[in-house]
């Protein structure tokens, strides 16, 4: 017998909404600490071990039912072109948008 698969506890909407956020603020933390680097002369990085991020992605790894990580694969280490593909490569993804994302680890991973 097939198991079910679980649905999602977050909507799509909020989902990709948290992702933006992330970036959003990622991005205001790199240009803060490259302001940083202009008055001082030592190497100054704000943001790094943010616990309020690192609180959101756990929240949105166990919502989403993220047991392979893509979440942060798709924040920190995803190619540019952002795809995956099933171990014998039949098959391919292209997950550039946070939407398809949400698509691919609620309908796709088990």
Same mark, same amino acid.
């Given at each position: $017998? =097939?198991?079910m698969k679980e =649905?999602? $506890?977050?909507s &799509? !909407?909020?989902f990709c909404k948290a992702l933006e956020l992330i970036r959003e603020q990622e991005s205001a933390d790199i240009d803060f600490s490259k302001a940083l680097q202009k008055v001082g !002369?030592?190497?100054f /990085?704000?943001?790094? =071990?943010? &616990?309020y991020q690192e609180a959101l992605l756990l /929240?949105? @790894?166990e919502a989403m039912n993220d047991k392979y990580e893509y979440i942060s694969w798709w924040l920190? !280490? @995803?190619t540019d072109n952002y795809e995956v593909s099933l171990p014998n490569g039949d098959k391919k993804w292209c997950l550039k948008e946070p939407g398809a994302l949400y698509d691919f680890i609620a309908n796709e991973c088990d």
């Open positions: $017998m =097939k198991q =649905k999602p $506890m977050i &799509k !909407d909020t !002369d030592g190497c /990085v704000f943001g790094v =071990k943010n &616990k /929240v949105l @790894a920190y !280490d @995803a």
